[in-house]
C-alpha cells in the first residue's frame, strides 16, 4: 500500500520509511526538503495521490508554548483537511505517554490540541503514544541543568529506542485503525535520577546528576508515573546499555 510519512526524512520518519519499505510497501517520505510543507500545504495534495494511508512524525521546530501549538495546530489542520479531500482511510500519528497528566506543559498541551483534531476529524485513526526515545536522553540532560550541575527527579523513567517506536508505528500503520490509542515504552524501567546518573557515566560526561524531587522537566514538575505507561503497553526489545554499544561502534 501506499504511506505517506509526514516528517519522513526525520530521526523516527527515516527508520520507518525504511522499514515499510522492506516490507513491500510505498513508502513515500515528506517534509519540507522532499516539497511538502504541511504549515502552507504545499505538496500535499500532490503526494496524499493515492494513499491509503498517512503517517505524521513531524515535529515543531520550536518548543515555545504559543509557537508548538500553533505549529501544531495548523499542520495537523492542513494535513486533515487534504486527507479528506484524498480519501485516505487511516491516520496514524506519534504522540506522548502522559500528555494528559502533564497540561500545563506547553509541548504536551500542543499534543494535546493535535489529537483533539484528530479524534474529531471523521478520519479513522490510530495514535501511538511513545515515552522518550533514547536518541533524546542528552537532550534531557542538558535542559536540567542548574547551577552546572544535572537536576533529575527520582521518578519512573522508561526510555524507547528510535528503531523500536519505527517498529511499533509500522505495525499500527500497516494494521486496521485503532480509532484509539496504543503506548509502548522501553523494556526497562528506571528511577529517572539513577538512569541519568549512570548514562552520565557511560558517556564520559563529568557533570553531577543531583537527585531533587522537584526537578522540572521542560518546565513541568513531575509526579511518580507522569513519564510512563499507567496501563498495559507495548515493549521495544532494545536495552539502553545494549543500544549505547551498536551506537558507539556504528552497527
Known sequence: MKIVVIGGTGL????LVKKLGEHGHEAVAASPQTGVNTLTGEGLA???AGAQVVVDVSNSPSFERAA????????TGNLLAAEAEAGVGHHVAVSIVGTERMPDNGYFAAK????????????????VHSTQFFEFDRGIADDAMVDGKVHMAPVLFQP?????VAQAVARTAVGSPLNGRVEIAGPEQFRMDEFFRQA?????DPREVVTDPHARYFGSELSERSLVPI????????????WLESSATGK
Open 12 to 15: 523516527i520518519g527515516s527508520k
Open 160 to 164: 524507547i529506542a528510535g528503531d523500536d
Open 46 to 48: 500532490e503526494v496524499l
Open 231 to 242: 496501563a498495559d503497553a507495548t515493549l521495544g526489545t532494545i536495552r539502553y546499555h545494549d
Open 112 to 127: 494535546i490540541a493535535q489529537e483533539q483534531l484528530i479524534e474529531k476529524s471523521g478520519i479513522p485513526f490510530s495514535l
Open 200 to 204: 552520565l557515566a557511560a558517556w564520559g
Open 68 to 75: 508548538v501549538l500553533k505549529f501544531f495546530e495548523t499542520s
